[in-house]
């Protein structure tokens, strides 16, 4: 596509439900990353696609953010058991990598969550 | 892992004028360091970046320079319009993660 696209770009969730967000990346980039954004803060890091799998996820806050990337394009934020802590913008962006690329993100609009 | 850290958190210049903005890091193996701009309920752009074998770098009214023995960098934008108030944030990266600072408010009054 033409830029990286999140869906949905507004969820409102009771705590304790379970939410899904996506990342379509700009097709043919190879990594893909995930971060969250609260209000007033700078992004921060969660979790690094190179191709299908997780190259470092130690950005995850706890075993209730799982992240997949099955066919390495179209990834997938999973929150189990929401949290009003969880809300925030959650921003993927995608890179391309290899030989000569500037490393440049470009980033998706974000999904804002919102646990009530 | 890296720490960036980033001043001021606010900046309030007049049109015109000069801003600058500083980010310091941790880890010295970072080697690219982008600067990202967030229009309010946007998504965050780049607007400019430098990699770790050079000192500085210009696009017309930005700059950015790199001290890597001090493991600082700053943004430097001349000729301040109000189009550029936004939120900016420094990066580092050494290839991999890209771990952002807590961002600068910047308002340039007309």
């Known amino acids: 596509g033409a830029g990286v696209s999140q869906t949905p770009s507004n969820k409102v969730t009771e705590k304790g439900k379970y939410v899904e967000l996506r990342c379509d990346p700009i097709?043919?980039?190879?990594?893909l990353y995930w971060y969250r954004q609260s209000l007033g803060q700078g992004p921060e890091f969660l979790i690094y696609f190179q191709g299908t799998g997780a190259a470092d996820d130690s950005g995850l806050p706890n075993d209730r953010f799982f992240a997949v990337r099955p066919e390495g394009s179209v990834s997938t934020l999973k929150i189990q058991r929401t949290e009003r802590g969880d809300s925030a913008v959650y921003l993927c962006a995608s890179s391309a990598r290899g030989r000569g690329n500037t490393g440049e993100l470009f980033f998706g609009e974000g999904s804002r969550l919102t646990v009530l | 892992g890296e720490n960036v850290e980033q001043h001021p958190s606010t900046l309030s210049v007049q049109e015109g004028d000069s801003a600058v903005i500083k980010c310091t890091y941790s880890?010295?193996?970072?080697?690219?360091f982008p600067w990202y701009k967030q229009e309010l309920g946007k998504r965050p752009q780049l607007i400019i970046d430098i990699r770790s074998n050079v000192g500085e770098k210009k696009d017309q009214r930005i700059a950015v320079t790199l001290n890597k023995t001090a493991k600082h960098f700053s943004l430097h934008i001349t000729e301040t319009q109000p189009e550029d108030s936004a939120v900016y944030f420094c990066a580092a990266s050494t290839g991999n993660q890209f771990y952002f600072g807590t961002g600068t408010s910047l308002t340039v009054i007309p």
């Open positions: 880890d010295s193996a970072s080697n690219y």
């Open positions: 097709s043919g980039h190879t990594a």
